[in-house]
């Protein structure tokens, strides 16, 4: 059982995964935890994410243990990683490994939730169960401003708005598997919904294909 989880950031996929994961009792990948642990093994070693050729062979080199790196929620590391998943390469070296996760969850479970920006498009094109959770640019910066300011880090409401039209920008018109609805997918807006009742709406969904 795979079920893709596609969206802009912080529309909701992350905790709407998670609920999945453990309803389900299916394995979990965050896959944009992937590009920003590539882009911050960049960052780290003084190099420029935009420097493609760096940028495929550090996502050639990632280790399992960088995924566990402190600083890979931080607005520098989502920053990182919307310009290295803009390089071709570096989105092919990492499709092995999200395949594979897929293919052969950790622990054996019975499959697997992943969630990002091309699940459902390229890397689980046959999963049963696509959902694409989008919400309102003005939505999303609030409930990121509202994250940052509970980690306790600075954060000015107009620049998280600006940054995330940047970022979506970037994401949506990349000319590699950019940020899109695969044609099967269940649209899930969650503008006006609490984290209980986009679960809901998703299990119904999900019911409804198995
Ligand atoms: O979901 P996130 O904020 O952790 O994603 C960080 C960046 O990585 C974002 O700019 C989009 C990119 N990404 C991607 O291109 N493909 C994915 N499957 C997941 C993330």
Same mark, same amino acid.
Do not use: I, W, Y
């Given at each position: 059982m795979i079920i893709a989880i596609d969206g802009p950031a912080a529309a909701g996929k992350g905790t709407l995964a998670r609920r999945l994961a453990d309803h389900f009792d299916l394995a979990l990948l965050d896959t944009g935890l992937l590009y920003r642990a590539v882009g911050m093994n960049l960052v780290r070693a003084g190099a420029?994410?935009?420097d493609a050729a760096k940028a495929a062979e550090a996502a050639r080199n990632?280790?399992?243990?960088?995924?566990?790196?402190?600083?890979?929620?931080d607005d520098a590391a989502a920053d990182a990683a919307s310009r290295v998943s803009a390089v071709p390469d570096v989105r092919a070296a990492l499709l092995d490994f999200q395949r594979s996760f897929a293919a052969e969850p950790p622990g054996g479970t019975r499959g697997a939730v992943l969630d990002g920006r091309d699940i459902g498009t390229v =890397?689980? /094109?046959?999963?049963e169960s696509k959902l694409f959770v989008t919400a309102s640019p003005e939505v999303r910066a609030e409930r990121r401003y509202l994250e940052l300011r509970e980690r306790g880090l600075d954060a000015i409401h107009g620049r998280v708005l600006a940054d995330m039209k940047e970022r979506d920008a970037r994401d949506s018109e990349r000319? =590699?598997? /950019?940020?899109e609805p695969a044609k099967d997918a269940f649209l899930l807006d969650?503008?006006?919904?609490?984290a209980d009742q986009v679960f809901a709406a998703a299990l119904d969904f999900i019911n409804g294909n198995n």
């Open positions: 420029d994410p935009d990632l280790k399992p243990e960088d995924l566990e790196a402190g600083d890979l929620r =890397v689980c /094109p046959d999963a000319t =590699v598997s /950019p940020l969650t503008s006006d919904l609490d």
